[in-house]
């Protein structure tokens, strides 16, 4: 499932990395970033949360196609606002990471 390769990546260092628009459109990120909103600390939910919003304002016509375009920008948007609704939330205890 290419979608979540990301989340097997224990450490997520990807998080905050940059990443092209190109890479983007693939929304490899965004569906990681999804699964796992709820185990990210809230440093990595701010760096998610910048780096779609980076993007967002990257993403351009000659990256893809304007249907794929406003399907990445539908989702962009979609994963932002779970992103700050998570980060939003109180903290119920210490967010582990997922190599225990």
Known sequence: MR???GTAHRERKWI???QSPRDH???TRQF???ALRARLTC???T???GQIAWVMRAF???VAASEQAA???ALDQQVQDELRAERAQPVRGPKRPLAE
């Open 25 to 27: 459109a693939g929304a």
């Open 43 to 45: 440093k990595e939910l």
């Open 47 to 49: 760096l998610a949360i």
């Open 71 to 73: 399907r990445v920008w």
């Open 16 to 18: 905050g990395q940059p």
């Open 32 to 34: 990681a970033d999804r």
């Open 3 to 5: 979608q979540l390769a």
């Open 60 to 62: 351009v016509a000659p």
